[in-house]
Structures are given as structure tokens and as C-alpha cells.
């Protein structure tokens, strides 16, 4: 079976057998990322009026419970009901079967060598993405063909996997000046594989948030030129056998009613033939 597409003037075959999930397995009760101090995600077999969740127990079949918090535990997708007080839900917001999306690889800048702008003060600790960094990457790059947006940081430490992120190690985040780039590209749905794409503390500003999904800073009302069906995913991870390009998105959300929800999003290679 041969799939392809017309994309911004070209031919593509899909390389469906190719296709590429960049979600963390998360292995509950052991090593996995976490971010904010948020307690691990965990397991636990179920036990009531005599049945046990688990075979090597002598149950009949295995039943675990779950307990994880989706922003802080391992790859997920959030929307703009992360920042409103209307509780809008992902699964609602995240229809897009197929996205054309690309993968960019960058290395992020110390704080002191970039000129943009950024909410709350800079120490000489924190690394940026910043504006120019993406219009580099960017450039030359139709927006049909960018619909979606993956970001890997370099180094790509295997630890990315298992990394638990503190005050004491502030991980990557974006300038003011990048996403409000991002959002003139008109990207719809962006991923990243650290954990937020705003400083860790921040004094609850969430100021690129905002701005990606255009909502006033300090405001939790969605307006008429907000972004509803836009989408960030945190905390993924690219393998570095894959390479930067074109891609087609499938972005797998669970139909939890809730502003995030863990997320498997897979890629499928784009191959040009004319």
C-alpha cells in the first residue's frame, strides 16, 4: 500500500512503516521525569472484597490504579484550557488527525548572550530558545508545512528520559521574542522536549503560554482572536536516528476531560517524489 499527499506544492510519500513515537514510556514506581516537585507517578494493585488485581498473586487477572499529574510526570499535551478559568478540555481542542510538522534541532543560548526580551529576570544560569536561533532554523520553510513544530535541544542526553528538573538545574525555556516568532509563523502545535515552555518560577506568569495561545497576560478569558485549538507538548523525546525535516504529526491524546493528558505523538517521514 502506497499513501501520499500534496503538500505546498510537492508530492510526498508517506513512510507509515518508518513512523516514530517521540513520547517518554513512563514507567511508574521507578526512574521517569518530573518537574515542579510533583510526586511520582505511581501504581498500585487493586484490592477489594477479596479480589486481587495480580496473577502472580494468585488473581485472575491484573488490575492496577493509576496515580500520575500529566503536566509534571512525563510526556503530555496541554491546551488553552491550562490558563483559563473556563475548563476546556484536550480532548476537544486536539481534532487534527494528520499534521504537517517539521523537526528542528537547536542548541539554546546562556542567558547573557541573546538580546530578547523575558519575564521574570534572567540569571547567568538560565539557557533560552530564542528568536534568532528559530528564524535560522525557519527560514525557508512554507507554513503549510508548519503546522506543527518539534524542537530537540542539543546535547540529547539520554537523561532527557529520566530527568528530574529542580529549582537547583532550571531547565530550557523560551524568549518572549521566540514565541511571539512562533506564533507569527502560525504554528498550531508545538513540542518540546523539556518541560515548560515558560521559566519554571515564574511568579505564575506563564507569560509565553499566554502569548502562544493569546491570552492577555493576567487575564484567564479566552478572547475572540485566542487560539483555542492549539496545542503544547512537553517533556517528548527524539531519538537522534531521527532527523531534522518534514513530517506528518499524529498527535495521540486519551479522551480525558481535563486541560492535559499524557500523549503518545508519533511521526511519519515525508519522502518528496516531485
Not at 512525563?74 to 510538522?101: M, Y
Not at 528530574?164 to 514565541?179: C, G, I, R, W
Not at 505523538?265 to 516531485?274: A, N, Y
Amino acid at each position: 500500500m502506497k499513501l501520499t499527499l500534496m503538500l505546498a506544492g510537492k508530492t510526498y510519500q508517506l513512510l507509515y512503516d518508518q513512523a516514530v513515537s517521540i513520547a517518554i514510556p513512563l514507567a511508574f514506581n521507578s526512574p521517569q521525569p518530573n518537574h515542579f516537585n510533583a510526586p511520582l507517578a505511581t501504581s498500585q494493585v487493586v484490592e477489594s472484597q477479596g479480589f486481587i488485581g495480580d496473577t502472580r498473586r494468585g488473581g485472575s487477572c491484573n488490575v492496577e490504579q493509576l496515580s500520575f499529574t500529566p503536566h509534571c510526570n512525563g510526556t503530555h499535551t496541554e491546551c488553552i484550557g491550562h490558563i483559563l478559568d473556563q475548563r476546556i478540555s484536550v480532548t476537544n481542542t486536539v481534532t487534527d488527525c494528520f499534521i504537517p510538522s517539521v523537526i528542528i534541532s537547536l542548541t539554546p543560548k546562556k542567558a547573557d548572550q541573546c538580546p530578547d526580551r523575558y519575564r521574570p529576570t534572567l540569571v547567568n544560569t538560565d539557557y533560552i530558545i530564542d528568536q534568532a536561533s528559530l528564524v535560522d532554523r525557519l527560514a525557508g520553510i512554507p507554513d503549510e508545512q508548519l503546522v506543527g513544530l518539534v524542537i530537540r535541544t542539543l546535547p540529547n542526553s539520554l537523561e532527557k528520559q529520566t530527568q528530574v528538573y529542580e529549582k537547583s538545574n532550571q531547565p530550557v525555556f523560551f524568549s518572549l521574542d521566540a514565541m511571539e516568532y512562533l506564533v507569527k509563523r502560525r504554528i498550531q502545535h508545538l513540542l518540546v522536549d523539556f518541560p515548560s515552555v515558560d521559566k519554571t518560577y515564574d511568579d505564575g506568569k506563564l507569560t509565553c503560554h499566554h502569548i502562544f495561545w493569546q491570552v492577555p497576560e493576567g487575564k484567564h478569558e479566552a478572547t475572540s482572536v485566542s487560539h483555542l485549538h492549539h496545542s503544547i507538548s512537553e517533556l517528548v523525546f527524539v531519538p537522534d536516528e531521527v532527523v531534522d525535516g518534514f513530517y506528518l504529526l499524529n498527535l495521540q491524546v486519551p479522551a480525558f476531560l481535563s486541560d492535559a493528558a499524557p500523549s503518545r505523538p508519533i511521526l511519519i517521514p515525508l519522502e518528496s517524489i516531485g
